[in-house]
Nanobody
């Protein structure tokens, strides 16, 4: 059984930065692509970014490209999301999940979701 626990969310002013963490249990973390999603009130869950199992390749949603950076530390079973130049439209609950394959972008292609961490960006 895999458990994912996110942390690092909070309230930040527009233009500010936050770093999210997702700690995973289990011995298979380093074998899987990991991703971040977000969901704002009244909106569908949206893909944000993903990183391949060894950390050497990443891909992003166009809305965050150039501002967000995903990374991982397999020794710590943790994936990170560094968020810079935050905008009010980045406000959402951010969740991490394990991908079924590298290149996955749809929620149905991910499993073992965390509970999420709230990010609020004030204008």
């Amino acid at each position: 059984q895999v458990q994912l626990v996110e942390s690092g969310g909070g309230l930040v002013q527009a233009g500010g930065s936050l770093r999210l963490s997702c700690a995973a249990s289990g011995r298979t973390f380093s074998s899987y692509t990991m991703g971040w999603f977000r969901q704002a009130p009244g909106k569908e869950r949206e893909f944000v970014a993903a990183v391949i199992s060894n950390g050497e390749s990443t891909y992003y949603a166009d809305s965050v490209k150039g501002r967000f950076t995903i990374s991982r530390d397999n020794a710590k079973n943790t994936v990170y999301l560094q968020m810079n130049s935050l905008k009010p439209e980045d406000t959402a609950v951010y969740s991490c999940a394990r991908a079924a394959f590298f290149g996955a972008r749809h929620a149905r292609e991910f499993s073992y979701w965390g509970q999420g961490t709230q990010v609020t960006v004030s204008s």
